[in-house]
């Protein structure tokens, strides 16, 4: 039987097939990673992360979000964890990951060094985020539960596909540089909730970017670490889902189906979000709304009373009530401690009640509301419900425009769209 590094290596730097609807997404995603990067750019922890990087020095091989440059693995690094510094990234559900975070920082890093085309970076950031979402269900539901953060782990197998592939490597050179990442890969979900999430992110940029320019120096590790009795998925609770994994690969792109953020909290609380737009609730009416989710959400973010902008973000009641009054759930600035402590928003909270549904998918919530004047309205949301290509670039550059200003997210985009150096992008990264 083939090894899972050789068939994902052939994969990665082989000539591939994209659709468009895959290299559409694919820049979308891009759009998006440097929009939430840019407007992450000052939070503390990407302060901390790059603050160290400029003071250790080294060749400016890569700029970094903010400002400055450094080497390669280090830019990966600083850039990965300030991408996810405000948890406002893509995610992919059939392995619970955040894709672009993980990949893009590590093709960008290397892309820039070696000037290579904004064409080549899209294909390859795409094929590594494909790669990722394999890996993740190769490893499967057992990993994520016993504790493993996929977007620190596949993750960074992404990233060395992405970085390989840029970086000019031969299939035993990328299935070297696989087995190198099985060894670093890394990241727990114990860190969520604290700077560590973001961390992970980068840590799984950096590790894939380290384990190709060292392979690119002759570095000899064993290939075949992924599977076998001591391999990456034995030792981490992997469930050696192979065939399920590797079905279609080459042939079906599951990262179209990358879920994008519309608003700037957990990802669990979107369903509910969404279908509270089909029911278009204003708080004067609102006599009582119910919120059925599926139970995995209930211990991640259902906070019934947060009094902080953080906590909010994890709050079915507190969100839920900030739409009906009127707040903007995508815009960062809408999560604030004054908005938790508005009277009005916490009236309206207390008619607010949340319930597990173990007939609902974890991308699904049901809303029912009641209102004043007797009348009871229902509506039901799929994060996995098919959106149409249009209506998904509305949105993620409406929110990239919110984010970092029109200018720019036009700027970006054309850029994307038009075709230059991956250069003319790693320039948008630091702050005006």
């Given at each position: 039987?083939?090894?899972?590094?050789?068939?994902?290596?052939?994969?990665?730097?082989?000539?591939?097939?994209?659709?468009?609807?895959?290299?559409?997404?694919?820049?979308?995603?891009?759009?998006?990673?440097?929009?939430?990067?840019?407007?992450?750019?000052?939070?503390?922890?990407?302060?901390?992360?790059?603050?160290?990087?400029?003071?250790?020095?080294?060749?400016?091989?890569?700029?970094?979000?903010?400002?400055?440059?450094?080497?390669?693995?280090?830019?990966?690094?600083?850039?990965?964890?300030?991408?996810?510094?405000?948890?406002?990234?893509?995610?992919?559900?059939?392995?619970?990951?955040?894709?672009?975070?993980?990949?893009?920082?590590?093709?960008?890093?290397?892309?820039?060094?070696?000037?290579?085309?904004?064409?080549?970076?899209?294909?390859?950031?795409?094929?590594?985020?494909?790669?990722?979402?394999?890996?993740?269900?190769?490893?499967?539901?057992?990993?994520?539960?016993?504790?493993?953060h996929q977007t620190a782990t596949a993750g960074a197998f992404g990233a060395?596909?992405?970085?390989?592939?840029?970086?000019?490597?031969?299939?035993?050179?990328?299935?070297?540089?696989?087995?190198?990442?099985?060894?670093?890969?890394?990241?727990?979900?114990?860190?969520?909730?604290?700077?560590?999430?973001p961390y992970n992110a980068g840590q799984a940029a950096a590790t894939g970017?380290?384990?190709?320019?060292?392979?690119?120096?002759?570095?000899?590790?064993?290939?075949?670490?992924?599977?076998?009795?001591?391999?990456?998925?034995?030792?981490?609770?992997?469930?050696?889902?192979?065939?399920?994994?590797?079905?279609?690969?080459?042939?079906?792109?599951?990262?179209?189906?990358?879920?994008?953020?519309?608003?700037?909290?957990?990802?669990?609380?979107?369903?509910?979000?969404?279908?509270?737009?089909?029911?278009?609730?204003?708080e004067p009416e609102v006599a009582e709304i119910k919120v059925r989710t599926?139970?995995?959400?209930?211990?991640?973010?259902?906070?019934?009373?947060?009094?902080?902008?953080?906590?909010?973000?994890?709050?079915?009641?507190?969100?839920?009530?900030?739409?009906?009054?009127?707040?903007?759930?995508?815009?960062?600035?809408?999560?604030?401690?004054?908005?938790?402590?508005?009277?009005?928003?916490?009236?309206?909270?207390?008619?607010?009640?949340?319930?597990?549904?173990?007939?609902?998918?974890?991308?699904?919530?049901?809303?029912?509301?009641?209102?004043?004047?007797?009348?009871?309205?229902?509506?039901?949301?799929?994060?996995?419900?098919?959106?149409?290509?249009?209506?998904?670039?509305?949105?993620?550059?409406?929110?990239?425009?919110?984010?970092?200003?029109?200018?720019?997210?036009?700027?970006?985009?054309?850029?994307?769209?038009?075709?230059?150096?991956?250069?003319?992008?790693?320039?948008?990264?630091?702050?005006?």
């Amino acid at each position: 039987m083939t090894d899972l590094s050789q068939i994902l290596a052939e994969f990665a730097v082989g000539p591939v097939s994209t659709t468009a609807q895959a290299r559409m997404v694919a820049s979308l995603s891009l759009l998006d990673w440097l929009a939430v990067g840019r407007a992450g750019a000052d939070e503390p922890v990407s302060r901390i992360v790059r603050g160290m990087v400029l003071d250790e020095g080294g060749t400016p091989q890569a700029r970094l979000f903010g400002q400055g440059a450094a080497p390669m693995r280090a830019a990966a690094l600083v850039n990965g964890t300030i991408s996810h510094a405000l948890d406002y990234d893509d995610t992919h559900f059939a392995h619970i990951g955040h894709p672009s975070v993980a990949v893009i920082p590590a093709a960008l890093a290397v892309a820039e060094w070696n000037d290579r085309m904004l064409v080549e970076l899209l294909e390859a950031a795409l094929v590594g985020m494909e790669v990722s979402i394999r890996v993740g269900l190769w490893l499967g539901r057992g990993h994520y539960q016993a504790g493993f953060h996929q977007t620190a782990t596949a993750g960074a197998f992404g990233a060395a596909a992405a970085a390989g592939r840029l970086a000019g490597l031969s299939v035993p050179q990328l299935q070297r540089a696989l087995g190198l990442t099985a060894t670093r890969a890394a990241g727990l979900k114990v860190q969520f909730g604290t700077m560590g999430k973001p961390y992970n992110a980068g840590q799984a940029a950096a590790t894939g970017t380290e384990a190709v320019l060292l392979v690119q120096r002759g570095f000899e590790p064993n290939v075949e670490a992924l599977e076998g009795p001591f391999g990456f998925g034995a030792t981490h609770h992997g469930e050696n889902n192979r065939d399920s994994a590797l079905e279609g690969l080459g042939e079906e792109w599951l990262f179209e189906s990358v879920s994008h953020k519309f608003h700037a909290c957990c990802h669990g609380l979107h369903a509910a979000l969404e279908a509270a737009l089909k029911l278009d609730i204003a708080e004067p009416e609102v006599a009582e709304i119910k919120v059925r989710t599926h139970p995995r959400w209930m211990s991640v973010c259902n906070q019934p009373a947060p009094t902080t902008g953080l906590g909010a973000k994890f709050s079915y009641r507190t969100v839920i009530a900030m739409q009906a009054l009127g707040h903007d759930t995508a815009r960062l600035e809408s999560y604030s401690d004054a908005v938790c402590a508005d009277p009005r928003l916490m009236s309206l909270r207390e008619r607010i009640t949340v319930e597990a549904d173990e007939n609902l998918s974890e991308t699904q919530a049901h809303l029912s509301l009641l209102r004043r004047d007797g009348i009871r309205r229902e509506a039901t949301h799929d994060l996995q419900a098919p959106l149409s290509l249009s209506e998904r670039e509305e949105r993620v550059r409406e929110k990239a425009a919110k984010l970092v200003g029109a200018d720019l997210a036009g700027e970006v985009w054309s850029l994307l769209r038009t075709g230059g150096r991956a250069t003319d992008l790693s320039e948008r990264l630091a702050a005006a």
